[in-house]
């Protein structure tokens, strides 16, 4: 299940990581699909919370 705040959907770094995760699907590599899953958690967690 993905959620995405308002914050998320502006955030550059969030878009360029989930395209980054979208091409790992395409190209059915999951060693890098679970990367990227892990790459994006830790960059949300340095988003400030939501109100």
Not at 2 to 19: F, K, Q, V
Not at 21 to 32: G, H, T
Not at 36 to 47: D, E, G, K, Q, Y
Request: hydrophobic share 30%; glycine share 2%.
């Amino acid at each position: 299940m993905r959620t995405h705040s308002r914050l998320e959907s502006r955030c550059p770094d969030c878009a360029a990581l989930e395209r980054g995760r979208k091409q790992a699907e395409a190209d059915r590599d999951p060693s890098k699909v679970t990367d990227f899953n892990v790459l994006i958690l830790r960059h949300r967690m340095t988003h400030p919370a939501e109100p």
